[in-house]
């Protein structure tokens, strides 16, 4: 722990190598996003399930997509930050809606401020993930 890996091999986290965006916490955490979002737009009018819902849910859910499809292109580091860079946006675009649907009364204050909370955690991760991108890019050797 602690050093650089070597050139083929796994990056290192916390729980040890990863070796698949699910190993990623920042994944994990966009996918509880994903799931709480839909959990509480269940509840919101039926008017709003065709605009407000569908855009909230496709953003939230896009968060971790995005960090999949990064992972994917991890052995091009520009093709992974650009989709880290992604999902950074998809998050901004998920804050927006759900302070749409609190300015509505869909969703409370104590329910927005945790999200945007898990929001901010996601971003912070994705910020050093952009920023530090050859812990995570996969080198391999020139054949």
Known sequence: RGQKPEAGSQPEGPRGPIRSFTDLIVWQKARLLGQRV???????????????IDQVRR??????????EAWGKRRYEAA????????????????????????HAYLGSDDLDQLRGLLAEIGRMLGSMINKPKAFVSRQPDV
């Open 59 to 68: 953003s939230s859910r896009s968060v971790g997509a995005n960090i999949a």
């Open 38 to 52: 839909f959990e509480l737009s269940k509840a919101w009018p039926t008017v709003e399930r065709y605009a407000l």
């Open 80 to 103: 992974f930050v650009a989709k880290l860079v992604d999902s950074d946006a998809e998050a901004h675009e998920t804050e927006h809606w759900l302070i749409v649907a609190h300015d």
